[in-house]
């Protein structure tokens, strides 16, 4: 299993500013992922980071927006720029057991942009 | 693109009662897995299922996974208040990728 800690847990911003939200895992690992979960929706993957190389983005979400770092094998950082009321959301950091395929999240950061 | 639908997308039960979610798609997935995710929590695994026609118990739930590996559902009998939540399927593809896409969501309030 593995333990994640983000922080923050929660921040209200405004708009045209950005927040990073970090991620620390208590184990190292390869890939680390970011999902979004818009209010009472599902999630959705924005990247996946992997350590000593740019992360991979999915369609509809850009690094210039959403860059990303991965300095080692238990962090990660998502920044959200240039923020836009519709960014608000909550943001899952979130790894894989790489035997049994289990997804393991944090507790999510929960971001309203004013 | 992958999709997974869930149906229905709000429940509202009274304690006692039984349920089913569907998690259905057009597309063949190498396994599925059930998460739960309660407010300010991230999703917790409740079961992955690899084999088609698959069905797992977890005390009063059940999981199934179809026979063609394209769709799923979760039966909860007799529903307790401690089962509501948002409950999420999330399927991976069959062409190796890592990626996990996650269904539309049901979310279960059961009612004392």
């Known amino acids: 299993s593995a333990v994640i800690s983000q922080k923050p847990s929660r921040d209200i911003c405004q708009r045209g500013t950005s927040l990073t939200i970090q991620c620390q895992v208590d184990s190292q690992v390869t890939m680390m992922f970011w999902y979004r979960q818009q209010p009472g929706q599902s999630l959705t993957l924005i990247a996946t980071a992997n350590q000593g190389s740019e992360a991979t983005y999915e369609s509809g979400f850009v690094i210039d927006k959403f860059p990303i770092s991965r300095p080692n094998l238990t962090f990660s950082t998502l920044t959200v720029s240039n923020m836009s009321p519709e960014d608000s959301s909550i943001y899952l950091c979130?790894?894989?057991?790489?035997?049994?395929?289990?997804?393991?999240f944090g507790e999510g950061s929960r971001l309203t942009v004013l | 693109t992958q999709l997974l639908e869930q149906s229905p997308q709000f429940l509202s039960i009274q304690e006692g009662e039984n349920l089913t979610v569907y998690c259905n798609s057009s597309?063949?997935?190498?396994?599925l897995q059930w998460y739960r995710q309660e407010p300010g929590e991230g999703p917790v695994l409740l079961v992955t299922?690899?084999?088609?026609?698959e069905v797992k118990k977890l005390k009063r739930l059940t999981f199934q996974f179809g026979d063609a590996r394209k769709d799923s559902s979760l039966h909860i009998t007799a529903a307790q208040p401690g089962d509501t939540g948002l409950y999420l399927c999330?399927?991976?593809?069959?062409?190796?990728?890592?990626?996990?896409?996650f269904g539309t969501g049901t979310r279960l309030k059961v009612l004392a």
């Open positions: 999330a399927g991976a593809g069959t062409s190796g990728t890592y990626k996990y896409i």
């Open positions: 597309s063949v997935f190498s396994s």
């Open positions: 979130s790894v894989e057991d790489g035997n049994t395929g289990e997804l393991f």
């Open positions: 299922v690899v084999t088609g026609g």
